[in-house]
């Protein structure tokens, strides 16, 4: 099953019942950790039997991520202040707090472990895609206001932003602090020639 399967069906009592089990999923994330869930807590939680479950996600690694996506996707707003630099600022402090944060480092650890079953690969380039997308009015926003971006590859730029944060969150355990936050984005602002700080 293709992550564009998992998805296809939005109305009616198919939607009501992936929500069920999307919302217990999250649900038994906060109070059971990753590790700890399992896709018969998730049934039992959400009143849907297991066996539909596991037909529709396939395994407990692509329902978490189906779910930790779908909550992150609703809390990730695109700042607007005013400037490019400001905006990838407010963009790594959001990014930097949620990955500080339960859902955030669950989320990487099941990309991490996941890394190879095609469904999931299919729903994390899904989100990427979605998100790169969605990032792109800070860009045209920054080009009107001649902020020298024209030649600028976005996805990279966000790279070279997100990848430090990652790295600190799953390999040095560093702490991720204001001024770390501007450091980083004064050096990739550097690298693009962004100004506006």
């Known amino acids: 099953m293709t992550a564009t399967e998992v998805r296809r069906r939005q109305g009616g009592r198919s939607a009501r019942v992936r929500q069920a089990v999307l919302e217990a999923t999250l649900a038994v994330l906060r109070e059971s950790g990753p590790d700890q869930l399992t896709v018969a807590d998730v049934a039992r939680r ?15 690694q692509n ?3 189906d779910a930790l996506l779908g909550a992150q996707d609703q ?4 700042p607007n202040t005013g400037s490019l630099y400001g905006d990838l600022l407010a963009l790594a402090t959001e990014r930097a707090e949620y990955l500080s944060g339960s859902h955030g480092r669950a989320l990487l650890r099941s990309m991490v472990m996941s890394s190879d079953d095609a469904v999931l690969i299919e729903m994390r380039d899904d989100f990427l895609q979605a998100r790169f997308q969605s990032l792109k009015p800070l860009f045209d ?12 590859d976005p996805r990279l730029l966000l790279e070279m932003l997100f990848g430090p ?5 799953l390999i040095s355990r560093e702490p991720i602090d204001r001024e770390f936050l501007e450091h980083l984005v004064d050096r990739v602002a550097a690298v693009f020639g962004i100004t506006g700080r």
């Open 46 to 60: 959400s009143r849907v039997h297991e066996t539909s479950i596991y037909r529709r996600w396939g395994s407990r």
């Open 165 to 169: 944060l990652y790295f600190r969150v």
């Open 75 to 78: 809390r990730m707003p695109v």
């Open 141 to 152: 926003r920054a080009i009107d206001r001649g902020e020298s971006l024209v030649e600028t």
């Open 63 to 65: 329902l978490m991520l």
